[in-house]
T-cell receptor, first 112, second 114 residues
Framework: GENVEQHPSTLSVQEGDSAVIKCTYS??????FPWYKQELGKGPQLIID?????GEKKDQRIAVTLNKTAKHFSLHITETQPEDSAVYFC???????????FGTGTRLLVSP | DTEVTQTPKHLVMGMTNKKSLKCEQH?????MYWYKQKAKKPPELMFV???????INESVPSRFSPECPNSSLLNLHLHALQPEDSALYLC?????????????FGPGTRLTVT
């Protein structure tokens, strides 16, 4: 089955800096890659996703890149703000199936 | 309305108790999910319901019993739980179970088994 590795496990940045979180997946049939943000006491919330027919997607300060050959995808947050502090999970899915597999999570701390 | 609601928010139960967790969505989604999340870990899939039928059971112990009374409701019945079952239980829904559809998560029920 699919296995998703995520690095780093913790990331501390200063407000205004950029943050990058990287994931690697094992199943080449996976074709949908969402990123979720989980704040304390809340359920995960989708912040951006990318499909295998696209190499990059951007939404304001957030961007995701996908390298299908290397089976890597990354989340880029620019101009970080304290409210970006949360746990971020990458995930991978073969859209022909029902299971979404999560990475191990990255705790992002943005200091003012 | 893009909200998934879960009740109760917190639950403390003994190992001999029977309790139920409830989840509700009114987005017209046909797929609903139960996840278990331990501290500092990712959500771990337990069950998937598609069109009100159980389609995935991730080898969950029988002391957890899911139920989908209708397309908007999802229950998780708990019986004879163990302390290691203490966790955050998350419900989610999506338009369909297959495909690349966003999963909307509820806030979870924090379960403590004493």
């Amino acid at each position: 089955g699919e296995n998703v590795e995520q690095h780093p496990s913790t990331l501390s940045v200063q407000e205004g800096d950029s943050a990058v979180i990287k994931c690697t997946y094992s199943d080449s049939a996976s074709n949908y890659f969402p990123w979720y943000k989980q704040e304390l006491g809340k359920g995960p919330q989708l912040i951006i996703d990318i499909r295998s027919n696209v190499g990059e997607k951007k939404d304001q300060r957030i961007a995701v890149t996908l390298n299908k050959t290397a089976k890597h995808f990354s989340l880029h947050i620019t101009e970080t703000q304290p409210e970006d502090s949360a746990v971020y999970f990458c995930a991978a899915k073969n859209t022909g199936f029902q299971k979404l597999v999560f990475g191990t999570g990255t705790r992002l701390l943005v200091s003012p | 309305d893009t909200e998934v609601t879960q009740t109760p928010k917190h639950l403390v139960m003994g190992m001999t108790n029977k309790k139920s967790l409830k989840c509700e969505q009114h987005m017209g989604h046909r797929a609903m999910y139960w996840y278990k999340q331990k501290a500092k870990k990712p959500p771990e899939l337990m069950f998937v319901y598609s069109y009100e039928k159980l389609s995935i059971n991730e080898s969950v112990p029988s002391r957890f019993s899911p139920e989908c009374p209708n397309s908007s409701l999802l229950n998780l019945h708990l019986h004879a739980l163990q302390p290691e079952d203490s966790a955050l239980y998350l419900c989610a829904s999506s338009q369909e179970a297959t495909g690349g559809y966003e999963q909307y998560f509820g806030p979870g029920t924090r379960l403590t088994v004493t």
